[in-house]
C-alpha cells in the first residue's frame, strides 16, 4: 500500500498540528495496523504511536503520551496524529508506516513494518 504523510510545518513551543497519512484507494485500509514514527539526523527511527486496525486501541511512547493523539477514518483511508503542547524535542521527520500482520506486541517496532510513507518535516521552534 503507498501512504503520502502530510500536514507538517514549522510551529511555536506549546503549538499544534495535525499529520495525515492517506493510503492510496484500492486497499482495505482497515486491514492495517499503522503506526507513527520520528527520526532526527544521526539517531534511530523512534516509535511515537500506533492504531489497532478498527481503531479501538492506541499505543504512544511515554514521551509523547497525553500531548499526541492518533486517530483513523477508514472510510477515508487516513490515519491523523493530533499533536498539541509541541516541544523543541519534538523536532524530527515523522513518517507513517502499515502493516497487516502485525501484533499488538510488536506495534513499536519499526523493523516489523512493511509499508512506509515519504515523511513530513515538524520543526518546534522556542
Known amino acids: 500500500v503507498q501512504l503520502q504523510a502530510s500536514g507538517g510545518g514549522l510551529v511555536q513551543v506549546g503549538g499544534s498540528l495535525r499529520l495525515s497519512c492517506e493510503a492510496a484507494?484500492?486497499?482495505?485500509?482497515?486491514?492495517?495496523?499503522v503506526g507513527w514514527f520520528r527520526q532526527v539526523p544521526g539517531k534511530e527511527r523512534e516509535f511515537v504511536a500506533a492504531?489497532?486496525?478498527?481503531?479501538?486501541?492506541?499505543y504512544y511512547a511515554d514521551s509523547v503520551k497525553g500531548r499526541f493523539a492518533i486517530s483513523r477514518a477508514n472510510a477515508k483511508n487516513t490515519v491523523y496524529l493530533q499533536m498539541n503542547s509541541l516541544k523543541p524535542e519534538d523536532t524530527a521527520v515523522y513518517h507513517c508506516?502499515?502493516?497487516?500482520?502485525?501484533?499488538?506486541?510488536?506495534?513499536?517496532?519499526?523493523?516489523?513494518?512493511?509499508?512506509w510513507g515519504q515523511g513530513t518535516q515538524v520543526t518546534v521552534s522556542s
Open positions: 484507494s484500492g486497499h482495505t485500509f482497515s486491514t492495517y495496523v
Open positions: 508506516a502499515a502493516d497487516r500482520g502485525l501484533i499488538t506486541s510488536n506495534y513499536r517496532r519499526a523493523d516489523l513494518y512493511d509499508y
Open positions: 492504531i489497532s486496525r478498527n481503531g479501538g486501541s492506541t
